[in-house]
């Protein structure tokens, strides 16, 4: 087992990492830029080292910043978070090169990932079902044109290099195609460098499913059931929970069973989650994050699985403590994220938190780096909270977060604790028949109202 890890990362999800190291024994070292200087991370970890000024891309991207803070502080391996470096194959390589360990997949398999062709490419061969569409890139509108006519619209066109809904554009009808292309390859040019695009069929009212998986790196794998993480706007998720309402034992077994044999085949090692959209009982492959998510909580829930000890463990070149037929739910569990921004329009609201209490009880937990008198910078993502919830059953779990929510004092910024509000007092919400288009037309209606 290491003796000290850096955590590469902010926030709860510093803070996350830094609670499952203390349990494991580990010493732990927060990174943290000047706007950061206070941040409960910062207070919580065994030593702390400042990084750069304000800017990500000045501080928690600096690489080499952060390999000389491993250096100055000695530590043996680095803990990623999510966002940020989490996914950056370089940044493993480098710390490779340094002789520092990487609290992750290897590079190979974080490229393979990354790039949405090779992947789908990837998951097709290991017998993952995937959306119809493209073989690999499209350069041209012409090419496009012929893809599209021949799997039928509507149709979707994706950046290779895409993330958080970027790069991302629908075409309904032929004569939406010509737009939808170019507008597709220009985001994506200026958000990643890349403007490569692939098509892929686009389905109507599919759900968002996402597996969780963990692998030992040496060819044995497992999966922890599914996420459904449906409700979401403009491609980012706000309410998440699991199991999913739409998924019955059998399936849940089937496509777990699919992708823990496809990354034990690969010989992955350490927390992914393989996600898709599901229509009509059939899945559809979308992407592999090879990372933590922010709602891995909901899994750990159910499964009373620590992700992030496990991550370390395997990391330090130690099993798993489980085998898949240890692996069983308990109950359900839901996570909502908290954001620091002012509806109806969702404007980020950085600022001094005057008041907090978080809610607790049975059932309740809540991930967090906030603390009264804590000043919200306006530089990095708007997350400031994760609320989590169980209960033996959906319904119980349901009525717990209504309770949670209504403990919760966050005074100082507005937050999206009223969205939350408004969702439970949906019939759809509350008896899980909602698809990813959901949301966003929930909001239209209340915004024509």
């Given at each position: 087992m290491?003796?000290?890890?850096?955590?590469?990362?902010?926030?709860?999800?510093?803070?996350?990492?830094?609670?499952?190291?203390k349990?494991?024994?580990?010493?732990?070292?927060?990174?943290?830029?000047?706007?950061?200087?206070?941040?409960?991370?910062?207070?919580?970890?065994?030593?702390?080292?400042?990084?750069?000024?304000?800017?990500?891309?000045?501080?928690?991207?600096?690489?080499?910043?952060?390999i000389?803070?491993?250096?100055?502080?000695?530590?043996?391996?680095?803990?990623?978070?999510?966002?940020?470096?989490?996914?950056?194959a370089?940044f493993?390589?480098?710390?490779?090169?340094?002789?520092?360990?990487?609290?992750?997949?290897?590079?190979?398999?974080?490229?393979?990932?990354?790039?949405?062709?090779?992947?789908?490419?990837t998951?097709k061969?290991?017998?993952?079902?995937?959306?119809?569409?493209?073989?690999?890139?499209?350069?041209?509108?012409?090419?496009?044109?012929?893809?599209?006519?021949?799997?039928?619209?509507?149709?979707?066109?994706?950046a290779?290099?895409?993330?958080g809904?970027?790069?991302?554009?629908?075409?309904?009808?032929?004569?939406?195609?010509?737009?939808a292309?170019?507008?597709?390859?220009?985001?994506?040019?200026?958000?990643?460098?890349?403007?490569?695009?692939?098509?892929?069929?686009?389905?109507?009212?599919p759900?968002h499913?996402e597996?969780?998986?963990?692998?030992?790196?040496?060819?044995?794998?497992?999966?922890?059931?599914?996420?459904?993480?449906?409700?979401?706007?403009?491609?980012?998720?706000v309410?998440?929970?699991?199991?999913?309402?739409?998924?019955?034992?059998?399936?849940?077994?089937?496509?777990?069973?699919?992708?823990?044999d496809?990354?034990?085949?690969?010989?992955?090692?350490?927390?992914?989650?393989?996600?898709?959209?599901?229509?009509?009982?059939?899945?559809?492959?979308?992407?592999?994050?090879?990372?933590?998510?922010?709602?891995?909580?909901?899994?750990?829930?159910?499964?009373?699985?620590?992700?992030?000890k496990?991550?370390?463990r395997?990391?330090a070149?130690?099993?798993?403590?489980?085998?898949?037929?240890?692996?069983?739910?308990?109950?359900?569990?839901?996570?909502?994220?908290?954001?620091?921004?002012?509806?109806p329009?969702?404007?980020?609201?950085?600022?001094?938190i005057?008041?907090?209490?978080?809610?607790?009880?049975?059932?309740?937990?809540?991930?967090?780096?906030?603390?009264?008198?804590?000043?919200?910078?306006?530089?990095?993502?708007?997350?400031?909270?994760?609320?989590?919830?169980?209960?033996?059953?959906?319904?119980?779990?349901?009525?717990?977060?209504?309770?949670?929510?209504?403990?919760?004092?966050?005074?100082?910024?507005?937050?999206?604790?009223?969205?939350?509000?408004?969702?439970l007092?949906?019939?759809?919400?509350?008896?899980?028949?909602?698809?990813?288009?959901?949301?966003?037309?929930?909001?239209?209606?209340?915004?024509?109202?």
């Open positions: 290491f003796s000290k890890i850096l955590i590469a990362n902010r926030g709860e999800i510093a803070l996350r990492v830094i609670r499952a190291a349990e494991l024994g580990v010493r732990t070292v927060a990174v943290h830029s000047t706007a950061d200087a206070d941040a409960m991370h910062v207070r919580m970890a065994d030593e702390s080292i400042c990084i750069g000024p304000p800017s990500g891309a000045q501080s928690y991207l600096n690489v080499p910043n952060i000389a803070a491993c250096e100055i502080t000695g530590a043996e391996a680095v803990h990623p978070g999510y966002g940020f470096l989490s996914e950056n370089n493993v390589q480098v710390l490779e090169d340094h002789d520092i360990t990487f609290i992750g997949p290897s590079a190979e398999h974080i490229r393979m990932m990354g790039d949405k062709i090779t992947a789908k490419d998951m061969k290991l017998g993952v079902p995937c959306v119809p569409g493209s073989d690999g890139g499209v350069d041209t509108i012409a090419e496009a044109h012929k893809v599209a006519d021949e799997m039928g619209y509507p149709v979707i066109v994706k290779t290099a895409g993330g809904g970027r790069g991302m554009k629908l075409a309904k009808t032929k004569d939406d195609l010509d737009e292309f170019s507008t597709a390859r220009s985001e994506s040019k200026a958000a990643f460098g890349n403007d490569e695009v692939y098509i892929e069929k686009y389905l109507t009212l759900r499913i597996v969780q998986v963990f692998g030992d790196g040496r060819g044995r794998a497992v999966h922890l059931g599914e996420r459904d993480c449906s409700l979401q706007r403009r491609h980012q998720k309410f998440e929970e699991a199991p999913g309402p739409s998924i019955d034992e059998k399936t849940r077994e089937k496509i777990g069973k699919v992708c823990a496809a990354i034990a085949d690969i010989k992955y090692s350490g927390a992914g989650t393989i996600e898709f959209l599901y229509e009509n009982g059939e899945f559809y492959f979308i992407e592999m994050n090879t990372r933590l998510q922010v709602e891995h909580p909901v899994t750990e829930t159910i499964y009373g699985v620590d992700l992030v496990q991550q370390i395997v990391a070149g130690e099993e798993m403590t489980f085998k898949q037929e240890e692996l069983s739910i308990k109950g359900h569990a839901i996570e909502v994220r908290i954001n620091a921004e002012k509806l329009n969702f404007t980020p609201c950085p600022g001094k005057t008041t907090f209490h978080a809610p607790g009880g049975l059932g309740v937990r809540m991930d967090s780096a906030l603390y009264a008198g804590y000043s919200i910078p306006p530089y990095y993502d708007s997350l400031i909270a994760k609320l989590i919830v169980s209960g033996i059953t959906r319904e119980a779990a349901l009525a717990r977060l209504r309770r949670a929510l209504g403990e919760l004092i966050v005074d100082g910024v507005d937050t999206t604790v009223p969205l939350f509000d408004a969702l007092q949906e019939e759809d919400v509350l008896t899980g028949n909602y698809d990813i288009h959901w949301l966003e037309k929930w909001l239209e209606k209340q915004d024509s109202e």
